[in-house]
């Protein structure tokens, strides 16, 4: 039998829902012990948010549960006494997020409904020696505004907050934004005239609307007006910046009358600049914000003042339009206007700022060599010194010579840690999930290295498949990670989690090839320009180094897969690679480079990726373009892409699929018409995870192999 027709009829054994059909997301628990699964995988807490007390005694953590039947996760807010041997977290509220303490350490403020409005609330814990979670008043609402909160940071003394709230900037009061907002929506007419980009930005159209920051005063009784003053005053752009800002991107100065902000101008060349500022501007509103950093034409952010009010501490990349660039540490002297970078010698990119009560420490999280630690860098000298390394470090706090974080691994999800101030006496706090985990099965984890391009060191992992067992050979899910400076860790996920693989009986290896993060910053530089190139070398020579040190591996029955940059890969090698696999699956990947940079919105990544536009470089965009090798495509391959993706927008995905359908590969194209570059609502992942799985089995079972051998 020829080998296409007998994986076609292969395919019509197997054949999944169609369009019309019902899909199965049910979930029932499993019971006892079993493998590791998607089910187990979108139920588990997911812990977050660490925020430690002033006096280092109390945790609050964010909680979001998952309400299936309602299809949507639930957040909560718990607290812990972390002096109490043996005391458990209590919920101290049911529905809410971003908890952080009141300056004297009594209450907690945080993000909850009122009448579907977010506003900010507070729950008061105080009892008479020590806080008492467990009997606490009714929580208060505090703000009182017509729009959604976005997001806040209460003042040092507690006095004041700064609030974003998403407004039309001609507006005088949020009341306005919000009057705008529900006239448009009595239109009967549904038509928007855009005069500039962005048009939509990740999974949400323009609507003409700004985050800007605003400053409130707390009152006697501790609540805030209605209408907030405006500090982001004649701000062409978004305090936190979209999609993804947050809180990290302002903050007070110690006194409270200064507050640092960055932002990105608008203007009209947004999509394709990556020139974010620093500014300054008086909490008080008496004055327009000042450009601080108005010389660097590249990426500044996360401002954090001195605890002296001296210096402001803040990120600085140094190369425009570059969003993978190291972030520096950057020292600026307010007084003097001086600066100077703190770690030129620390060849890694932090995320983020915190600063010690002294202010000699600084606190920041990278990626490193297959982990994300936490790092303490010296104010004065630079000298980096990694706290807390094995896994990865999620949020974390600082209070009363305490570290108090989250931690998690490829075989854990996140918990709550609490440490020293130096990282040591590490322990674990929290531990939820624990029951689950004990009955779920899951494969071992190892790192290796191997020569990649250049003979350069490359980092990758493999994952044994659940129930392992020495002597015995298991199909392979071959993960192409994305980014494309991005890296696979020891880290848990709730998409491309490799244990929903092993759970299934596959093992599973993946590459951090030329351009992943946490190797240095010309690692990752390597990829920009060379997309096809030195990355497909390092998957090459990494999938037979695999082969070579890991006999459990069937080579003859292993399937790529891959999301955005990865999905980018899958199709540049089913018509470059394609020899080894037997199936192949692109979730959001670009199919058309060139059709790539017309239908995305941040036009800076390909412009700087492609060493320009396409209109001026067209053969940077035509170098690695898969769509000219679809002649060479042979191998069945599962499309997945969803219609709120604008990141990489679906008619990528439709293009590949239509090019498989018209050579009569066999081929099954997934589509979501309701979440964006990620899935993430609970039934579409157990779709997703579904799906895939059964691709996956349908052609490394051991007779589809055999058939599809050449």
């Not at 309602?70 to 812990?80: D, F, M, Q, T």
């Not at 509103?285 to 501490?313: I, Q």
């Not at 674990?428 to 790192?447: C, I, P, R, S, Y």
């Amino acid at each position: 039998m020829k080998p296409l027709i007998a994986a076609l009829l292969l395919a019509l054994v197997a054949a999944p829902a169609m369009a019309s059909d019902a899909v199965d997301t049910t979930f029932v628990k499993a019971q006892g012990e079993h493998a590791f699964n998607v089910r187990d995988l979108v139920m588990m807490d997911r812990v977050g948010d660490p925020q430690l007390s002033p006096d280092g005694r109390y945790a609050a953590f964010g909680l979001r549960s998952t309400d299936y039947a309602a299809n949507k996760g639930v957040g909560a807010i718990y607290v812990l006494d972390l002096s109490a041997a043996g005391a458990q977290p209590v919920k101290v509220v049911d529905k809410g997020g971003s908890a952080r303490w009141s300056a004297d350490g009594r209450s907690l403020y945080f993000v909850a409904p009122a009448k579907d409005v977010a506003q900010l609330w507070r729950v008061d814990l105080g009892g008479k020696s020590g806080l008492n979670p467990g009997r606490h008043a009714a929580p208060v609402q505090v703000s009182h505004g017509a729009l959604d909160l976005g997001g806040y940071k209460l003042s040092p003394d507690g006095k004041q907050v700064l609030l974003s709230y998403e407004v039309f900037t001609d507006c005088a009061t949020l009341a306005c934004t919000q009057q705008r907002v529900d006239a448009r929506d009595k239109d009967k007419a549904s038509g928007t005239i855009y005069k500039k980009l962005f048009v939509r930005h990740w999974d949400t159209w323009a609507n003409g609307r700004r985050n800007q920051l605003f400053v409130g005063q707390f009152d006697g009784k501790g609540q805030l007006a209605v209408e907030p003053k405006l500090l982001s005053r004649g701000i062409d752009g978004d305090v936190p910046s979209k999609p993804f800002g947050d809180e990290g991107e302002f903050s007070f100065s110690p006194d409270g009358k200064t507050v640092y902000f960055d932002v990105r101008i608008a203007g009209t060349s947004e999509p394709w600049s990556t020139n974010f500022d620093v500014y300054s501007v008086p909490a008080d509103g008496s004055a327009a914000p000042r450009n601080l950093t108005a010389e660097n034409k590249a990426w500044d952010a996360s401002p954090v003042a001195s605890p002296d009010g001296k210096t402001l501490y803040y990120l600085a990349m140094k190369k425009p339009g570059f969003e993978a660039d190291r972030f520096a540490v950057m020292a600026l002297d307010l007084a003097t206007g001086a600066r100077h970078e703190v770690d030129p010698q620390w060849d890694r990119s932090p995320g983020g700022l915190t600063i010690s009560a002294d202010g000699k420490t600084l606190y920041a999280t990278a990626d490193d060599n297959g982990q994300h630690p936490l790092f303490a860098i010296d104010a004065a000298s630079g000298k980096v010194s990694q706290l807390v390394g094995e896994g990865t470090v999620g949020g974390f706090s600082l209070a009363a010579g305490k570290l108090l974080l989250t931690r998690d691994d490829l075989k854990r999800p996140a918990d709550v840690y609490m440490a020293h101030a130096d990282g040591s006496d590490l322990k674990q706090v929290t531990h939820f999930n624990a029951a689950d985990l004990k009955n779920a099965k899951m494969g071992d984890a190892e790192f290796f290295t191997f020569k990649g391009w250049n003979n350069e060191t490359v980092q990758g992992y493999v994952v044994k498949p659940v129930d392992y067992q020495a002597g015995q050979t298991y199909p392979v899910a071959f993960i192409i990670h994305g980014g494309p400076q991005g890296a696979m860790s020891n880290g848990w996920s709730y998409r491309w989690n490799p244990q929903t693989y092993a759970g299934q009986g596959f093992a599973v290896v993946t590459v951090n090839f030329h351009g992943s993060t946490g190797y240095g910053q010309a690692f990752t530089d390597s990829i920009s320009g060379d997309w096809g190139g030195k990355p497909l070398e390092d998957l090459k020579l990494g999938w037979k180094a695999a082969l070579d040190k890991y006999s459990f591996l069937d080579g003859d029955r292993a399937c790529a897969l891959g999301a955005s940059y990865g999905g980018y890969m899958v199709y540049w090698m089913a018509g470059v690679w394609n020899q080894p696999w037997k199936c192949l699956v692109d979730h959001d990947g670009v199919f058309d480079a060139r059709a790539m940079y017309y239908d995305t919105e941040e036009l800076w990544f390909e412009e700087y990726e492609n060493g320009g536009t396409p209109f001026d470089h067209p053969e940077n965009y035509e170098k690695f373009n898969p769509v000219n090798h679809v002649k060479d495509w042979r191998v069945p391959m599962m499309v997945v892409h969803s219609a709120k993706d604008f990141r990489i927008p679906d008619t990528q995905g439709l293009g590949a699929f239509t090019a498989l359908q018209r050579r009569g590969i066999p081929s099954e194209l997934l589509h979501f018409p309701d979440e964006n570059h990620w899935v993430l609502k609970p039934h579409n992942s157990v779709q997703w995870h579904d799906a895939v799985n059964a691709w996956l089995k349908q052609w490394t079972a051991k007779d589809a192999a055999k058939a599809g051998s050449h």
